[in-house]
């Protein structure tokens, strides 16, 4: 599979990566300071063709969105991109937890071959994603989806309805509901009938006269309309072309059957009130109140038609949960067919009668009995408590503090929102009571037990209690349900995905969920921010993600945020700025080294040794000028030191550093050394102080970079870090300039170097973690610079992170150093992680005698042993199993299920299962020796090689293919050993008698079969079996297995 070293990656780890558009994770060990995700905002994070989105009030498949809405494209790394001139409108869920309106922007959609999921809540709503989609989870958006999870579903849906004509809609709604449009025998769009069936007669009449009056209101020709009794039931039977083209006008599927039924558009994009009325109606239509279950139920043959209205009840903050069962027909032909029921219950019943209600008296008298004096049970609508109650409890909180009146709420899973809201303020009381020592109120029952429990309450952590509190209060105050995860599915898939791109709020409604849209940094962005010890840092080319995780940025982390536009900067950072902290010598140097470096990162075979030098002691030169003239040093003193005319300068500068100590040699170079070099080989001088200065004019002639390294506000990182503020920079490519990036990034990164080597000298509590984002990281990906500040800093708290559009971005054909034990430097191996998502780990060759380490047992562990620490592992079936473990010392049973063969071993291993000699094998030549190894090898390899000359002549004369056949046997009887015994016999006696194809011809009667088990009968006469006639071999069919693509 390769190995990653410099930023690079071995050329047969690319197509693994393109194949399951992996999430590439560098981690040497269980502590986390690497890390290169290849993906990008809209890769690999999408919902499939067929899910339904919200959008612009409408249910519309993902597939259908795009075609509708996308205009023009553009393909970008590994999807096309579709800017929308007509922006939709979805909802979706805000910073501070309501649900709010908000336009899609862009539709994104990438042709993959991966397993999806099929995620199935409490509520029956389904959704299909990717593995790295993310959903919301009670307290953040996860992609770890795992059965009796939780996921939050929008409480209410809000978006802005158009007037609509209230009697057309009821008349509509019961047409949909229990109308039939057919003229005789025909069904389809030209039929000009329609009939409405209902036992009710008196809501017949009501149609009736609803009928005329929309006929006449619009000018419709409608014929007089009349109640038919059937054998059934009675229908209103309306006869009129200029209603089905009415209908039709505006949207409606006319003549479709009862399980392809939808509301059209116009009823679905409706103001409330239109909303309110259409669920009257199939209320009353195919609704019905079940006492017994306290529930109202809506039954409808659509699918599609389910899904609508339960979205239509969600603008009324109405759960509904849709269940599948087998029911008769209720318009009288009692047929028995597939339904999807729609069961309101608890809160929501009460919410349905007051915003909805029964237009049937008796139904509705029916609802208010069966919810007088009934309270209503919040275990399926209330907020998610359980998890939270449950750490207060282990933690020693007295769990009477929390819920005096029940120890219930400990066992299940939600509370209303009010008791939800009380265990706030108790959980806050609690954390204050601790504080204050008053354990036991005086005259309180158990104060000399509650003083025996002085130590564990003395443990107890308040901070973690009031963070508990703000959690729940959170939960309280989001506009949410919370559901449980009943089924998570994974389903192979090939085929185009889609993601919307929500900029504001970053997520939106789609299968009734809340699905996340950003990307891998942007969360990696979030989370740092939250963390107090945290100073994350930015660096963006293409000015899109900076923008992003500005106004993602929680604007109550107590932090600063700087925000840099390298096009138009505000404040500026310059290299050259001494920190003072020690003598001007040694910042000197160190300033000299990394301006150095960073030029030779960027313009590594364009600046050669001998030019070095004249760059090192111009940097050392320009800094002793400016201590002595009291000024800041620049950029341009470089560049004046460098041109061969500056000797008044150079001199300048000889004086200064001859006047500080230790800078006596760049005095003797400036004033001795490169003034003769000068008069004996003036142009070979010239040539090689010219590249440097190149280097540095060409950044000074750009005036936003000029600006940035000269401006008079000068803020450094080790501020930034120091003060754990936030650092977010926009490259500004298309204002800078492409070829400007690179070396402002260089820059940057290596003034960040020096702040890590300062860090690492402080005490380990003293350091702030640093993140590190960087997208487009193939700027800096080849770069020596980066793989030293992931394999040095990770001690000094420096966690970077690289974003790529698509893994070929980092070039093809590298090579890659080695050690001198010949192993890589940074090896990435494979790890099954619990959430399904593909990620590589790594590390140096000074981790290679690690042992597996204390940890969850349930998360995966990575050992690296040192005989094959540069092999990559093979994916195995279990799904916690560390891809490269050494098999032979760890025979933990948790890690692999016991002891196994050696076989396994080198199976699990990644290398071809081992070929012991046995008798029937030493009995063959060499040639045929090797050729038999060089076939399992292949096969094991998934390809196919012919055993030579002999083995074609034996297919030929037997009918079929003996290493094939040999390969089915070995998948039956799961043997290494068998097989290659097999095959070697097959060798050794090429004319044995095989099974062959059997055809029988015009005229015979015996039995027809493919393949007989039996073998052929041999003739007294001879050894050799019968030759089948010309005819028979003309006619019979060659038998080829299917080529085996893995190991058994």
């Known amino acids: 599979m390769g190995y990653v070293r410099n930023g690079w990656a071995a050329e047969d ?9 992996a999430e590439v994770v560098i981690h040497p060990d269980d502590r986390k300071y690497g890390a290169l995700l290849v993906s990008g905002q809209g890769t690999g994070k999408c919902v499939g063709p067929n899910e339904l989105v919200l959008l612009d009030g409408c249910l519309m498949q993902a597939e259908e969105a795009w075609k509708r809405y996308a205009t023009t494209t553009e393909f970008h790394g590994e999807g096309w991109w579709a800017t929308l001139p007509k922006q939709p409108v979805t909802c979706a869920l805000a910073a501070d937890g309501r649900i709010a309106t908000a336009r899609v922007t862009r539709l994104y959609r990438q042709y993959v071959r991966e397993p999806l999921r099929k995620v199935r809540l409490s509520d029956g709503s389904e959704l299909t994603v990717t593995r790295q989609h993310k959903l919301r989870a009670a307290d953040h958006w ?4 795992r059965e009796g999870g939780v996921v939050c579903v929008p409480r209410r849906l809000e978006w802005p309805g158009s007037r609509v004509d209230l009697e057309l809609v009821e008349l509509l709604s019961w047409q949909i509901a229990e109308g039939c449009e057919t003229s005789g025998a025909r069904r389809g769009q030209m039929s000009r009938t329609v009939a409405i069936t209902q036992n009710d007669v008196q809501v017949l009449e009501h149609l009736r006269r609803l009928v005329l009056a929309v006929g006449k209101r619009y000018a419709l020709r409608v014929n007089v309309p009349r109640i038919v009794q059937t054998r059934h039931a009675p229908d209103l039977v309306v006869h009129s072309a200029d209603w089905r083209d009415f209908l039709i006008a505006r949207g409606y599927p006319w003549g479709r059957l009862s399980r392809e039924k939808a509301i059209p558009d116009f009823i679905m994009q409706g103001e409330l009130e239109s909303s309110r009325v259409c669920l009257r109606a199939f209320a009353d239509a195919e609704g019905g109140v079940v006492e017994h279950n306290r529930a109202v139920e809506i039954t409808t043959a659509s699918p599609v038609l389910g899904k609508q209205l339960r979205t239509l009840l969600r603008r009324f903050g109405i759960l509904v949960s849709v269940r599948g069962k087998r029911a008769h027909a209720t318009n009288g032909s009692g047929i028995e067919r597939d339904y999807r029921r729609l069961t309101i219950t608890g809160e929501s019943l009460r919410i349905f009668m007051r915003e909805i209600g029964f237009g049937s008296e008796q139904k509705a008298a029916r609802l208010r009995r069966i919810l ?5 049970n919040s275990n399926r ?44 303020g108790r959980l806050r009381g609690a954390a204050d009571r601790l504080d204050s020592g008053q354990w036991a109120l005086p005259g309180a029952r158990g104060r000399s037990a509650m003083r025996g429990r002085a130590a564990t309450l003395e443990a107890i952590d308040t901070r973690v209690l009031r963070e508990q509190a703000e959690r729940l209060e959170h939960r309280v105050k989001q506009d949410v349900f919370y559901l449980t995860v009943e089924r998570v599915d994974e389903i192979e898939y090939v085929g185009w995905v889609y993601d919307f791109e929500v900029p504001d709020h970053h997520n939106f409604v789609a299968g009734g969920m809340l699905a996340h849209n950003t990307s891998a ?42 925000f840099l536009d390298l096009g138009r900067p505000a404040f500026g950072m310059n290299p050259l700025v001494r920190p003072g902290e020690r003598s001007l010598a040694e910042e000197a140097a ?28 111009a940097v050392v030169g320009a800094l002793a000028l400016a201590e002595r003239e009291r000024r800041r040093a620049t950029l341009e003193d470089m560049h004046r030191l460098l041109e061969p005319g500056g000797s008044e300068l150079r001199n300048r500068a000889a004086q200064a550093c001859a006047d500080i100590p230790d800078l006596d040699f760049s005095a003797h170079f400036l004033q001795v050394e490169l003034p003769d070099e000068l008069k004996l080989a003036a142009s070979q001088t010239a040539v090689r102080m010219d590249a440097p200065r190149n280097k540095v004019s060409t950044l000074l002639q750009v005036a936003p970079i000029r600006r940035f390294f000269h401006h008079p506000t000068n803020i450094t990182v080790r501020e930034i870090i120091e003060a754990r503020d936030v650092l977010i920079v926009d490259c500004a490519q298309g204002r800078v300039g492409d070829d400007n990036v690179k070396p402002m990034l260089m820059f940057m990164l290596r003034m960040l170097h020096r702040q890590m080597q300062r860090q690492v000298t402080l005490p380990e509590r003293e350091r702030p973690r640093v993140p590190l984002l960087i997208d487009e990281a193939h700027y800096v990906a080849g770069v020596e610079n980066v793989v030293d500040q992931i394999a040095t800093h990770r001690r000094a708290g420096l966690e970077p992170a690289f974003g790529l559009q698509y893994f070929a971005q980092l070039g093809s054909g590298s090579r890659h150093e080695e050690d001198p034990q010949g192993r890589p430097e940074l090896a990435a191996e494979p790890v099954p992680v619990p959430d399904g998502r593909r990620r590589r780990r790594g590390g140096g060759h000074a981790d290679r005698d690690g042992r597996v380490r204390d940890d969850d047992p349930r998360r995966p562990r990575l050992a690296g ?41 080198r ?22 020796r090797r050729r038999v190894r060089r076939h399992q090898r292949d096969r094991f390899r998934g390809r196919r090689r012919r055993l030579g000359p002999g083995a074609r002549r034996e297919e030929r004369r037997v009918g079929t293919r003996v290493p094939e056949r040999s390969l089915r046997r070995e998948e039956r009887r799961q043997t290494t050993r068998g097989e290659m015994g097999r095959l070697c016999r097959a060798l050794v006696h090429p004319r044995r008698p095989r099974p062959r194809a059997i055809r029988p011809l015009a005229g015979h009667r015996h039995r027809a079969t493919h393949r007989d088990p039996r073998p052929l009968r041999r003739e007294r006469s001879s050894s050799r079996p019968r030759r089948p006639t010309r005819e028979a071999q003309r006619h019979a069919p060659r038998t080829v297995p299917a080529t085996p693509t893995g190991p058994a």
């Open 865 to 905: 042993p040192a005989a094959r620490h540069s092999r990559a592992g093979a994916e195995l079936p279990q799904p916690l199993l560390p891809g490269l473990v050494d098999l032979g010392r760890h025979t933990d049973p948790e890690l692999h299920g016991g002891d196994l063969s050696a076989a396994e071993r």
């Open 13 to 21: 780890l690319y197509p693994m990566l393109r194949a399951e558009n």
């Open 381 to 424: 609508e209330g907020v998610y408590t359980h998890d939270i109650l449950c750490e207060v409890k282990e933690d020693g909180t007295p769990f009477k503090w929390i819920c005096p009146r029940s120890w219930n709420y400990l066992f299940t899973q939600r509370a209303s929102s009010a008791i939800a809201q009380d265990i706030v």
């Open 907 to 928: 199976t699990a291993m990644g290398r071809a299962p081992s070929l012991h000699p046995s008798p029937a094998r030493r009995a063959l030549p060499g040639n045929a």
């Open 590 to 617: 160190e300033i000299a080294e990394n301006v150095v470096a960073a030029l030779l990162d960027v313009y590594e075979d364009q600046i050669f040794a001998s030019s070095r030098r004249y760059l090192y002691h």
């Open 521 to 562: 940094l942007l969360s990696h962005f979030i989370n740092d921010c939250e963390d107090e010890n945290a100073a994350p840092i930015v660096l963006d080319p293409k000015s899109e993600l900076s923008h992003i995780c500005l106004r993602a940025t929680p604007p109550d982390i107590g932090k600063r945020v700087w």
């Open 372 to 376: 007088s004096g009934v309270k209503p």
């Open 142 to 145: 996860t992609n770890d989806l």
